[in-house]
């Protein structure tokens, strides 16, 4: 339902910025500036003494709310304020840049199969994720095949393919093992 409001926005009302808003909805880096920076800089400042302060309390809920609770106090108060920070984090993003697809999806899975370690690892996962944008922007500037497209085009090629891989590889570990 709000795809087709969306789309009757695009449509209709904003016929002169369609194309700006259409760029935006893939997702875009290419015509951010300081303010845009700034905002960023701000939402960063803001929220990631709360992440690093969060992040001790994460690792131990994979083993469990039982046991999570046990080491380090409410597992479900911890989980609610990860949420509400990825949340704000996300939200500052996307306001900046627009939906970038399979970042989010992606950066996280790369980042524990480099590292090799259990649990969330934000630190690592942040360091990928902006390789995976800097690399899809990159593409967008200097590969003439890629002039003019936003980088939500690169990242959601890219990450569908990735995807599959996910996918199909999940798929032979369950008929491996059955």
Do not use: E
Request: no cysteine.
């Amino acid at each position: 339902m709000s795809l087709a409001l969306t789309q009757y926005v695009v449509a209709v009302a904003l016929r002169d910025s369609a194309s700006q808003l259409a760029a935006y909805l893939v997702g875009s880096l290419g015509t951010r500036n300081m303010g845009h920076v700034m905002v960023i800089v701000v939402a960063l400042a803001l929220l990631i003494p709360g992440v690093v302060a969060l992040s001790h309390r994460l690792t131990p809920m994979d083993l469990g709310d039982d046991l999570a609770t046990s080491l380090n106090g409410s597992a479900t108060g911890a989980r609610a304020k990860a949420i509400v920070l990825s949340v704000a984090l996300a939200a500052a993003a996307v306001s900046v840049a627009g939906p970038i697809a399979f970042v989010a999806l992606s950066a996280p899975h790369i980042a524990r199969r480099l590292t090799r370690q259990p649990g969330p690892n934000l630190t690592a996962s942040a360091v990928v994720g902006a390789i995976i944008m800097l690399s899809a922007d990159f593409l967008v500037q200097h590969v003439p095949a890629f002039d003019g497209l936003p980088v939500g085009v690169i990242t959601a090629g890219v990450g569908g393919v990735y995807l599959g891989y996910l996918l199909v590889s999940r798929w032979r570990r369950s008929s491996a093992g059955a």
